[in-house]
């Protein structure tokens, strides 16, 4: 497909999503893709450049939100202790600048395999497992909460079930589901600031492959409901599974909420809005018309409101692809990128006729359920 290629190879990398744009950050290069026509790659001014760093958007719609680059390995000589940086570095959205932790601590010095998202009620960043150089691959529940606020301090939980290279999301405002991390973990854990570690009830139907060649991503409901997607990407085309990880809950809010989250994707990439409430009982059914045709490894997966991208871990000349949550469909990219509709290369078919987005589709779409009949909330 026709897609922009980037002013330097995305390599081991992380990202996030900003009002419609895709910003990825590696050891060599800061670069953002705005998610439109005609868009093309941005090289942004650099911090320190770190190799296997997480990437975590926080303070959203507030004059701080930012991008945290939470730990990575680093060979720039000034990047030490000594001289401040202890490995959690921040870009400011709208000031455009860098500004480096001076943490009490260096906790995310040199930190890889780790997983790190952003809790909104208390304003700080948890970080889950993870290893220092020079190893590797030792799986670790090490977690640290860190206050994005001068004097930035830290605090050590105490965790069970050591993990490698989990995949750690946002859950609600103050909680942070943890994924993955090995390949017979089936469980779904949760950290809530106030009530601790649980267990979700909620397991999935077999363990994730390796972190950078299989991801998820959180779809809320308009109903409450919330359901965890897979995105296996050691298969080809790409394989993506519904787990049901939060019941309905209703109540007038609840789709309020779940539209307030979507405004900033609307524009260029999500379908048309549908008088159709998105709900448990009718989700809509899998289009995997434009699934990625290959395997990928080594790539990374932001997700804002309905959009997954996913950038990197295989051929160059394809560097993003897209996926529209809401209505379980993966976006065409060349008329995303230039407009024009028709395609260019599949991966999945060899028509050539194109799948409209603002067409939902009439089929529900089979979501795995839960496991256990436990309560599940946010």
Not at 106 to 132: D, R
Request: some cysteine.
């Amino acid at each position: 497909m026709s897609v922009p290629l980037p002013e330097k190879p995305l390599g081991n990398h992380c990202s996030v999503i900003f009002n419609e744009t895709l910003y990825t950050y590696s050891a060599t290069a800061f670069q953002s893709l705005r998610l439109a026509k005609d868009a093309k790659w941005q090289a942004l001014p650099s911090g320190v450049g770190t190799s296997g760093a997480q990437c975590v958007h926080a303070h959203r719609n507030t004059p701080q939100e930012a991008l945290y680059v939470v730990g990575g390995t680093t060979s720039d000589p000034s990047a030490v202790p000594e001289a401040g940086f202890g490995g959690v570095q921040r870009w400011s959205f709208i000031d455009k600048k860098w500004e480096t932790l001076a943490l009490p601590v260096p906790v995310a010095l040199n930190l890889t395999n780790h997983g790190a998202t952003y809790l909104e009620t208390s304003q700080q960043l948890i970080i889950f497992s993870g290893t220092k150089w020079p190893d590797t691959s030792t799986p670790s529940a090490n977690t640290y909460l860190i206050r994005t606020s001068a004097p930035f301090e830290i605090t050590s939980i105490p965790a069970a079930d050591p993990l490698l290279a989990p995949l750690v999301l946002p859950w609600g405002g103050s909680g942070a589901l943890v994924v993955g991390g090995d390949l017979a973990n089936t469980n779904l854990k949760v950290f809530d600031i106030d009530g601790g570690w649980k267990n979700l009830g909620v397991k999935l139907e077999k363990g994730l492959a390796a972190r950078g060649k299989a991801a998820v991503s959180l779809m809320d409901g308009d109903d409450g409901s919330r359901v965890l997607l897979v995105f296996d990407m050691t298969t080809a085309p790409t394989t993506v599974t519904l787990t049901k990880v939060k019941e309905p809950t209703g109540g007038p809010g609840s789709k309020r909420r779940r539209q307030e989250s979507s405004i900033q994707t609307q524009t260029s990439l999500a379908p048309a809005p549908s008088t159709t409430s998105l709900t448990q009982e009718n989700w809509p059914a899998y289009n995997g018309s434009f699934a990625p045709g290959s395997t990928r490894d080594g790539f990374s997966l932001a997700y804002e409101g309905d959009m997954v991208v996913i950038s990197g871990g295989g051929d160059a000349r394809d560097p993003v692809v897209v996926f529209n949550a809401r209505s379980n469909t993966w976006v065409n990219t060349t008329e995303l990128f230039t407009g024009r509709e028709f395609i260019t290369e599949s991966g999945s078919t060899s028509s050539q006729t194109v799948t409209r987005l603002d067409r939902p589709t009439s089929e529900a779409s089979p979501i795995v359920a839960p496991t256990s009949t436990e309560s599940i909330t946010a």
